[in-house]
T-cell receptor, first 113, second 114 residues
Framework: DGGITQSPKYLFRKEGQNVTLSCEQN?????MYWYRQDPGQGLRLIYY???????QKGDIAEGYSVSREKKESFPLTVTSAQKNPTAFYLCASSISGEGQPQHFGDGTRLSIL | AQSVAQPEDQVNVAEGNPLTVKCTYSVSGNPYLFWYVQYPNRGLQFLLKYITGDNLVKGSYGFEAEFNKSQTSFHLKKPSALVSDSALYFCAVSPPGGSYIPTFGRGTSLIVHP
């Protein structure tokens, strides 16, 4: 079955440490996205990529970095510069173009030790 | 810039009764509108979308949504609620043309009581 796989499901970060969240899709989608979800705040866009080897900052990119070396993979690194990283992180993908719904993974919950 | 408002943080309804989850939007041009559902500790699942055509859109699990251009609304509805419908519901809007990146509302928690 096609879908999006996020790993790990739970992740703990120590102070000053970078951590990388994995996102893999086998839907053959060109576009991929990373969102941060905090209680009562909905989804906020961190980064998105509409094609391999290209990505754009979203609304809250500071303290995060991404790469898009392969169509199926869009890893997110939460750097030590992100001072409040505790959140639920969601990866999504879609067919490029107007009016296309997004398909979501089941998220990674990041906490600070 | 586009925006979405979900005016209710929580909606309570008895099982078997009709439910409505409200959404209003602001966008330049004709919008693309979406509803998603999220169960605890899971990702969002697509329910339905409006692009053009009939103002009443039918989606998954018996849900439907009514597009009202004059009121800039896209309310989610279901004729008879189930306890299993209890979840977090998100409305999203994306503009025509451009980057087509959607903006999500803050979500509405639907609680269906037995």
């Amino acid at each position: 079955d096609g879908g999006i796989t996020q790993s790990p499901k739970y992740l703990f970060r120590k102070e000053g440490q970078n951590v990388t969240l994995s996102c893999e899709q086998n839907l053959n989608h060109d576009a991929m996205y990373w969102y941060r979800q905090d209680p009562g705040q909905g989804l906020r866009l961190i980064y998105y990529s509409q094609i391999v080897n290209d990505f754009q900052k979203g609304d809250i990119a500071e303290g995060y970095s991404v790469s898009r070396e392969k169509k199926e993979s869009f890893p997110l690194t939460v750097t030590s510069a992100q001072k409040n990283p505790t959140a639920f992180y969601l990866c999504a993908s879609s067919i490029s173009g107007e009016g296309q719904p997004q398909h979501f993974g089941d998220g990674t919950r990041l906490s600070i030790l | 810039a586009q925006s979405v408002a979900q005016p209710e943080d929580q909606v309570n309804v008895a099982e078997g009764n009709p439910l409505t989850v409200k959404c209003t939007y602001s966008v330049s041009g004709n919008p693309y509108l979406f509803w998603y559902v999220q169960y605890p500790n899971r990702g969002l699942q697509f329910l339905l979308k409006y692009i053009t055509g009939d103002n009443l859109v039918k989606g998954s699990y018996g849900f439907e949504a009514e597009f009202n251009k004059s009121q800039t609304s896209f309310h989610l509805k279901k004729p008879s609620a189930l306890v299993s419908d209890s979840a977090l519901y998100f409305c999203a809007v994306s503009p025509p043309g451009g980057s087509y990146i959607p903006t999500f509302g803050r979500g509405t928690s639907l609680i269906v009581h037995p």
